[in-house]
C-alpha cells in the first residue's frame, strides 16, 4: 500500500514563507512526476508546481518566481518552499505522485492535504 503525508502548513501573514513537505511511502517501484494541487471549497483541485523525476519543473502563473518546488529521489519525498505569500495562496494543498508500485501498477496517487492560511 502507498502513502502520501504532507506536513508544513499553517497560518503565515502576507509576505511570509512556508515549506510543505510530502514524503511518498510503501511498495513503492518508482516515482515519476511528484506535484503540488490546491483546491479552495467549491473549485476544482489546480495544479500549482509539478517536478520530473529528472528535476524538470513547471509551475502555474500565479506563483512563477514565489514557490519553488523540489525533490529528493532517494527520500520519496517533494517540497515546496512558498515566499511571498499572499491571501489568496489560502487553500488547502494536496500532493500527487505519478508512481509504479512493485506489483507494477502505474498510477497517481493523493495525499490528504494540508491546509495553508495566508492572514494578518
Known amino acids: 500500500q502507498v502513502q502520501l503525508v504532507e506536513s508544513g502548513g499553517g497560518l503565515v501573514q502576507p509576505g511570509g514563507s512556508l515549506r510543505l513537505s510530502c514524503a511518498a511511502s510503501g511498495s513503492i517501484f518508482s516515482i515519476y512526476a511528484m506535484g503540488w494541487y490546491h483546491q479552495a471549497p467549491g473549485k476544482q483541485r489546480e495544479l500549482v508546481a509539478v517536478?520530473?523525476?529528472?528535476?524538470?519543473?513547471a509551475y502555474a502563473d500565479s506563483v512563477e518566481g514565489r514557490f519553488t518546488i523540489s525533490r529528493d529521489n532517494a527520500k520519496n519525498t517533494v517540497y515546496l518552499q512558498m515566499n511571498s505569500l499572499k491571501p489568496e495562496d489560502t487553500d488547502v494543498y494536496y500532493c500527487?505522485?505519478?508512481?509504479?508500485?512493485?506489483?507494477?501498477?502505474?498510477?497517481?496517487?493523493w495525499g490528504k492535504g494540508t491546509l495553508v492560511t495566508v492572514s494578518s
Open positions: 517536478i520530473t523525476r529528472g528535476g524538470s519543473t
Open positions: 500527487n505522485a505519478d508512481l509504479e508500485t512493485m506489483r507494477g501498477t502505474r498510477m497517481d496517487y
